[in-house]
């Protein structure tokens, strides 16, 4: 079940694109690999294995740039985010997507996935509707959707994926 | 804007048509390259700007051309004419390039429309429209992105009208199963 639970237009969107488009990523996912001891991990690289998918780094499509508040952005921005929400999100990143680029189906299995508790998750349209910018959650396809706009998944494990067929990058803030 | 025309389900046995093209292994691999090869070779004045333009686009958006690959499938080759022909009855229009196109997991094709190197000569005869068929059953992460429009979860067997024969579209599958559409380019009877 996914909610759209509002528009955030107290925060400059586009700036916030623009200072981090002008800073190098925290890394480039996938972060996890085969072998690493996450629960469902395996699940997802199995599936990705099957459809032939492979990283950029190994000669396929898979990759996605992740910012981190405090490193990229400004931790204030999440505190202006949260109350905007009435929420009180402890992990937030925003994710880049190039053209071409793909983050294909997945839960986010988490470094500590075996202590977390289940919880909801949030996604943030963050740029301007822009063609081809496109994301799944659960069996939702989100396109052309409004700067700004805010939904409440019911769970963070819901699966999820996104991609880029046009011809600019594709900014997605996204929070649990 | 795309308009719903149809659904063929009970008229056309789509998993037949998609079997047949998943077991081919003589379908048209389209790449960069080979769009460019064949635009060089065969194509001229506002014809080749198109396709340039195209590719261009692309290059300037960053895509790694290397990454950008589909098949196409076509009756009477891959499948059986009679699909196309049942087809043609039903759009009322006189087939002139139809294909089964099949993208990848990971693979997108992107913003583009499909340049026709016989558009002219097909504009003389009188005016042109394009359908799609959703052929597949619903695939998770399986997209067409028509016009403005995103096309998610279609009904198997669904048609939709273009709004013009050069709308930019793309297709794209993020999820598990290759992704298969049904085009019809035609000229309508009436």
Redesign the interface.
Known sequence: MIKNIGICDILNWDKIIEDVANTKPEYVGPSHKRGDNIPGLDEILD?WD?????TVTEG???AWDMFIPGKQFDESIVAQWNDWYGLDCKNVWISRI???R????HWDAHDDEANLPECKRYHTHIGKPQ??H?F?AG?Q?F??QEQGTTYEWENRKL?H????????PKYIWNAW | MPRYFGNTADTIDWNEVITLCQVSTTGDRNTVTSVVDRSEAEAEGSLLQSYRGIIDTWQGAGYDLNDIYWHDYYPGEHFDIEVQNKFAELVNAQPLRVFVSEVDPGRNVPYHWDVEDKEEEWLREGKLKRWVCFIDKPRWGSVLILENECFYNVEQGTIYEWDNYRSHHAGTNMGTYKQYLFHFLGRPND
């Open positions: 599936m099957t459809a032939g998918y492979r396929g499509t898979v190039w053209p071409g793909f983050a294909p189906i063609w081809g496109i799944i069996d396809a396109y052309n699966w994926a996104g991609t880029n067929c046009g011809t600019t």
